[in-house]
């Protein structure tokens, strides 16, 4: 059985103050014990929050890391940095950093690496097509081939304790959701892909998350489908209540 893995991804959104306000606002909330949860905030936020949700079972994750230990790489977190705070996961590749920050399929691959060597950190892998690779009918292919290539060199055991985020680019911050079938038909593949790469075993293990405007509303249809095992949720995130209401995807209401 894999437990349900959903995550706030905050990107550059809160001061630490404002973190603060949403972690009380959190604590307030029924939280599901049958769901792994994190917040992943920007990295100011990570020592307040993680005092603040001390005693909860939210998690606290790192929005990325460098490969290195320390050295002059102004701007850049590492991750024993991120080990002595106690972050518990750490997200990897994001599209806008490979948009917009250079990440590239070479860098990913070192950082997973570190990341599953060096620590006991979940990674989380995003992968994803631009609408125009959807649009030229390759979005199979493209996924794929960030997959081989992120996922080169792991053994089996490091390669089965990576979350991969599937989030098409497409449908990030635009309000335009992947069908539950499409999400579907793309979470299947990538299990497919680490069955192909590494077993059966491994591929029914690994926790797969859908991200792309998920909120209260959708959530319940796409964790039905039976290859997404999570979220990974940007702007509904920010908001306790709205985040609860995914927590709460099980709920009949
Ligand atoms: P939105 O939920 O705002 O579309 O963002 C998704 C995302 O990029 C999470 O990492």
Redesign the pocket.
């Known amino acids: 059985m894999r437990t349900p893995f959903i995550a706030g991804?905050w990107k550059m959104y809160k001061t630490p103050s404002e973190a603060e306000t949403f972690a009380e606002a959190l604590k307030k909330q029924k939280l599901p014990e049958d769901v792994r949860i994190a917040i992943i905030p920007p990295y100011v936020d990570l020592v307040p929050l993680k005092e603040k949700l001390k005693g909860t079972s939210v998690e606290v994750g790192s929005q990325n890391v460098f490969y290195e230990d320390e050295g002059a790489y102004t701007g850049e977190i590492s991750l024993p940095m991120l080990k002595e705070i106690g972050a518990d996961c750490v997200i990897i590749g994001?599209?806008?950093r490979r948009q917009y920050f250079n990440e590239t399929d070479g860098s990913c691959c070192r950082k997973l690496r570190k990341v599953l060597r060096e620590s006991s950190l979940t990674p989380i892998l995003?992968v994803g097509e631009k609408l125009s690779d959807r649009e030229a009918g390759e979005q199979l292919m493209v996924v794929s081939k960030e997959l081989r290539a992120d996922f080169s060199g792991l053994t089996e055991d490091e390669a089965a304790r990576v979350v991969i985020?599937y989030?098409p680019i497409w449908?990030?911050?635009?309000g335009k959701t992947a069908t539950p079938d499409q999400a579907e038909d793309m979470c299947r593949s990538i299990r497919g892909i680490i069955r192909d790469l590494y077993s059966d075993e491994t591929a029914e293990s690994i926790i797969i998350q859908y991200?792309?405007?998920?909120k209260p509303e959708n959530v319940k249809e796409l964790m039905e489908k039976p290859d997404i095992d999570g979220a990974?949720?940007?702007?509904?995130s920010l908001i306790p209540e709205k985040f609860a209401a995914i927590l709460d995807f099980k709920s009949e209401a």
């Not at 449908?171 to 635009?174: D, E, H, L, V």
């Not at 991200?211 to 998920?214: I, K, L, P």
């Not at 990974?232 to 509904?236: E, H, N, R």
């Open positions: 991804n994001h599209s806008e995003c985020a989030e449908a990030i911050g635009t991200g792309g405007s998920v990974l949720v940007g702007g509904a």
